[in-house]
């Protein structure tokens, strides 16, 4: 497998619309729905058997791409965060870095692979990745630098554009490997994707990837290697990837049957986004909210929260718009570990439609507060 394709694998570069059996419009990608991927944590799952049926459905407007029963062979479970650059050990060596994506694998403890973007109003970059590695006693880690334009922004139906890339490693002209990779990208759709865990607003790409790999060995061609295929991504607001889909090298029908990869995304855990954790930079750690379990949950969850002193407190529920939807708590409580649950009715005592929703903890000025998907 070649580095590419090691990333395409690797990356699942959070999450913020799922609105199960709607009719979305079309949309389109900024680069602050990029930034908002800040504070999440995805758990994907991939499919690693050579031969995968599947159905990548159509292109054009308002497409269904329904991947429930889609079965998986072989699974692995990797972990995707997002991340400041300030919360990377090797944030130094990619000062123009905006946007980190930490990835690790259930497989492979104790190693990490990050990603440097820089993301733009009109670019989004690709400018490194580090990778540590610890596995039997041998610990070690690698940098890589680059500067290549993943896609223009911001991103829209009919967008197309090429991504050239050229990376060189080993010892040249000693012995190295050259990767040329010339891909054609076009955003043929958008709709609706459908997985096991909701329903997302998502752009389709559509990518006619070509990549040639030349060894050199004493400055001299000694052989080349050219792999082509199709990779559909499937690519929502603040969740990069929800799904990806690739032919089999070689084929490059746009209605493949036959994938050698696929991956979706399983479950998400979104700490707080970007404007949240810049609101919470310098609070004291007088109180602190915790990941609500289950997540996603149906029909009920545990929200809990730790007080270092006595304080008035206040727990609440809101939409994505910023519409409190429930007043769980509001009262002064003590020191010490306190749960709520929360049974997805609304001070109406109505139940509400599945979704994600804002769970807030208050205090005077002071507030911290988390995501959560309710699935009906």
Same mark, same amino acid.
């Given at each position: 497998?070649?580095?590419?394709? %090691? +990333? #395409?694998?690797?990356?699942?570069?959070?999450? #913020?619309?799922?609105?199960?059996?709607?009719?979305?419009?079309?949309? $389109?990608?900024?680069?602050?729905?990029?930034?908002?991927?800040?504070?999440?944590?995805?758990?994907?799952?991939?499919?690693?058997?050579?031969?995968?049926?599947?159905?990548?459905?159509?292109?054009?407007? /308002?497409?269904?791409?329904?991947?429930?029963?889609?079965?998986?062979?072989?699974?692995?479970?990797?972990?995707?965060?997002?991340?400041?650059?300030?919360?990377?050990?090797?944030?130094?060596?990619?000062?123009?870095?905006? %946007?980190?994506?930490?990835?690790?694998?259930?497989?492979?403890?104790?190693?990490?692979?990050?990603?440097?973007?820089?993301?733009?109003?009109?670019?989004?970059?690709?400018?490194?990745?580090?990778?540590?590695?610890?596995?039997?006693?041998?610990?070690?880690?690698?940098?890589?630098?680059?500067?290549?334009?993943?896609?223009?922004?911001?991103?829209?139906?009919?967008?197309?554009?090429?991504?050239?890339?050229?990376?060189? $490693?080993?010892?040249?002209?000693?012995?190295? /490997?050259?990767?040329?990779?010339?891909?054609? /990208?076009?955003?043929?759709?958008?709709?609706?994707?459908?997985?096991?865990?909701?329903?997302?607003?998502?752009?389709?790409?559509?990518?006619?990837?070509?990549?040639?790999?030349?060894?050199?060995?004493?400055?001299? #061609?000694?052989?080349?290697?050219?792999?082509?295929?199709?990779?559909?991504?499937?690519?929502?607001?603040?969740?990069?990837?929800?799904?990806?889909?690739?032919?089999? /090298?070689?084929?490059?029908?746009? &209605?493949?049957?036959?994938?050698?990869?696929?991956?979706?995304?399983?479950? +998400?855990?979104?700490?707080?986004?970007?404007?949240?954790?810049?609101?919470?930079?310098?609070?004291?750690?007088?109180?602190? #909210?915790?990941?609500?379990?289950?997540?996603?949950? &149906?029909?009920?969850?545990?929200?809990?929260?730790?007080?270092?002193?006595?304080?008035?407190?206040?727990?609440?529920?809101?939409?994505?718009?910023?519409?409190?939807?429930?007043?769980?708590?509001?009262?002064?409580?003590?020191?010490?570990?306190?749960?709520?649950?929360?049974?997805?009715?609304?001070?109406?005592?109505?139940?509400?439609?599945?979704?994600?929703?804002?769970?807030?903890?208050?205090?005077?000025?002071?507030?911290?507060?988390?995501?959560?998907?309710? +699935?009906?």
């Amino acid at each position: 497998m070649n580095r590419r394709q %090691l +990333l #395409l694998t690797l990356t699942t570069l959070t999450f #913020l619309a799922i609105l199960p059996t709607h009719v979305f419009s079309q949309i $389109t990608l900024s680069d602050s729905d990029f930034l908002g991927q800040i504070g999440s944590r995805q758990v994907v799952l991939e499919d690693r058997r050579f031969s995968i049926p599947i159905d990548v459905g159509s292109p054009g407007a /308002n497409q269904v791409w329904d991947f429930r029963s889609q079965a998986i062979g072989d699974s692995a479970f990797g972990v995707t965060e997002f991340l400041r650059l300030d919360e990377t050990v090797s944030g130094t060596t990619f000062p123009g870095a905006n %946007l980190v994506e930490k990835i690790t694998s259930y497989e492979a403890p104790g190693s990490a692979f990050f990603n440097f973007f820089k993301v733009t109003a009109t670019d989004f970059l690709a400018i490194g990745d580090s990778s540590y590695i610890s596995t039997g006693g041998f610990d070690t880690s690698f940098v890589f630098f680059q500067n290549d334009s993943l896609a223009p922004l911001p991103l829209l139906f009919n967008n197309t554009w090429l991504a050239p890339e050229r990376d060189t $490693t080993g010892i040249y002209p000693l012995t190295a /490997n050259i990767s040329i990779d010339t891909t054609l /990208n076009t955003v043929d759709g958008w709709g609706t994707v459908r997985l096991p865990m909701g329903d997302f607003e998502c752009l389709r790409v559509h990518q006619k990837v070509k990549v040639t790999n030349q060894s050199i060995v004493n400055g001299i #061609l000694v052989s080349t290697n050219v792999d082509s295929f199709v990779q559909y991504d499937w690519i929502s607001k603040d969740v990069f990837l929800v799904a990806t889909a690739q032919s089999q /090298n070689g084929d490059m029908n746009p &209605n493949f049957t036959n994938a050698q990869g696929f991956g979706r995304l399983d479950s +998400l855990s979104i700490i707080t986004s970007v404007q949240e954790r810049d609101n919470l930079t310098g609070i004291p750690s007088n109180f602190q #909210l915790f990941d609500n379990y289950p997540n996603p949950f &149906n029909p009920e969850t545990v929200i809990k929260y730790q007080l270092n002193e006595s304080a008035d407190v206040e727990v609440a529920i809101f939409n994505l718009l910023g519409q409190r939807i429930r007043l769980l708590l509001s009262q002064n409580q003590p020191e010490g570990i306190h749960q709520i649950k929360w049974d997805g009715t609304n001070d109406a005592g109505r139940a509400v439609s599945s979704g994600v929703y804002l769970y807030e903890l208050r205090s005077g000025a002071l507030r911290q507060s988390k995501k959560m998907l309710l +699935l009906q």
